[in-house]
Nanobody, 126 residues
Framework: QVQVAESGGGVVQGGGSLTLSCKVSGLSLDDFDDYAMAWFRQAPGQEREGVSCVGANNAKYYVDAVKGRFTISRENAQYTAWLQMNSLRPEDTAMYYC?????????????????WGQGTQVTVTS
């Protein structure tokens, strides 16, 4: 059974940085190599939105709001993906979810991601 677990959230002052980690278990390395990994976030009272995705071919995608500030990466041997978040703003405050799929990357199609973590809270103070 595939499991996804996020870590690394916390409280940070505006302008600061955080790195979120996402570890996947229950897959062989050959399978994980073919998976896309994505980060989504949901702020209070708002719908969940896609933030970033890294494909099996290491192609990377970002929503406009985080381009130039966030960096997604992955290390297949560790079954792990990261989201490096710099220059954080109060509007980045949200629950951040990691998701995995054996389909292509899409930060606009969360229905393509069958495996989700429980989320990690990021709070940015002004």
């Amino acid at each position: 059974q595939v499991q996804v677990a996020e870590s690394g959230g916390g409280v940070v002052q505006g302008g600061g940085s955080l790195t979120l980690s996402c570890k996947v278990s229950g897959l062989s390395l050959d399978d994980f190599d073919d998976y896309a990994m994505a980060w989504f976030r949901q702020a209070p009272g708002q719908e969940r939105e896609g933030v970033s995705c890294v494909g099996a071919n290491n192609a990377k995608y970002y929503v406009d709001a985080v381009k130039g500030r966030f960096t997604i990466s992955r290390e297949n041997a560790q079954y792990t993906a990261w989201l490096q978040m710099n220059s954080l703003r109060p509007e980045d405050t949200a629950m951040y979810y990691c998701a995995a799929t054996d389909r292509i990357c899409s930060i606009y199609r969360e229905d393509r991601f069958p495996y989700w973590g429980q989320g990690t809270q990021v709070t940015v103070t002004s």
